[in-house]
T-cell receptor
């Protein structure tokens, strides 16, 4: 099956700094990448949808300037949490549809802790 | 109002039991996904359905489009099946259920 590689798996940063999370499609071209956030013991919350070569579409309530998404190539999408605050601490995960059916393939997830 | 409702929220089963997790949705969909999330956080797509039934090993997923309902069945459950199972539907955008936490006891 298709593979989505997400890095870093864990990151700890100081409040006010920016953190970049990368998702790469290793064996397929990901024209679309979905970015999610997950709070403890909660389900996935779709944050935004990125499409290669165009601006990301953000879900209602998600700050575009806080969560910068770039999808500059067919194999790489990035999420940058800018000026991170402790409330941004969360599990962030990406997924991309692949194949004829558009089955979803997920990255391993990134656990962000902002001190 | 949740577009996707899952039940039960939590489920504990004895090894070997037959397990059913249900998902109901209220929107018109193009596809329904069953996802499995293990304690470490990694998510695996188990099934993508738009009609009928699919089977992978001990897992079976069914969908009834008219009733807007899907079920995930696990036959001969095993402790390694312990995970959170999430139902997600695509209706333009994605909607996610709150997940079912399954624990299978040896």
């Amino acid at each position: 099956g298709a593979v989505v590689s997400q890095h870093p798996s864990r990151v700890i940063c100081k409040s006010g700094t920016s953190v970049k999370i990368e998702c790469r499609s290793l064996d397929f071209q990901a024209t679309t990448m979905f970015w999610y956030r997950q709070f403890p013991k909660k389900s996935l919350m779709l944050m935004a949808t990125s499409n290669e070569g165009s601006k990301a579409t953000y879900e209602q309530g998600v700050e575009k300037d806080k969560f910068l998404i770039n999808h500059a190539s067919l194999t790489l999408s990035t999420l940058t949490v800018t000026s991170a605050h402790p409330e941004d601490s969360s599990f962030y995960i990406c997924s991309a549809p692949a194949g004829v059916d558009g089955e979803l393939f997920f990255g391993e997830g990134s656990r962000l802790t902002v001190l | 109002k949740n577009e996707v409702e899952q039940s039960p929220q939590n489920l504990t089963a004895q090894e070997g039991e037959f397990i059913t997790i249900n998902c109901s949705y209220s929107v018109g969909i193009s596809a329904l996904h069953w996802l499995q999330q293990h304690p470490g956080g990694g998510i695996v797509s188990l099934f993508m359905l738009s009609s009928g039934k699919k089977k992978h090993g001990r897992l079976i997923a069914t969908i009834n489009i008219q009733e807007k309902h899907s079920s995930l069945h696990i036959t001969a459950s095993h402790p390694r099946d312990s995970a959170v199972y999430i139902c997600a539907v695509r209706a333009g955008q994605f909607y996610f259920g709150t997940g079912t936490s399954l624990t299978v006891i040896p």
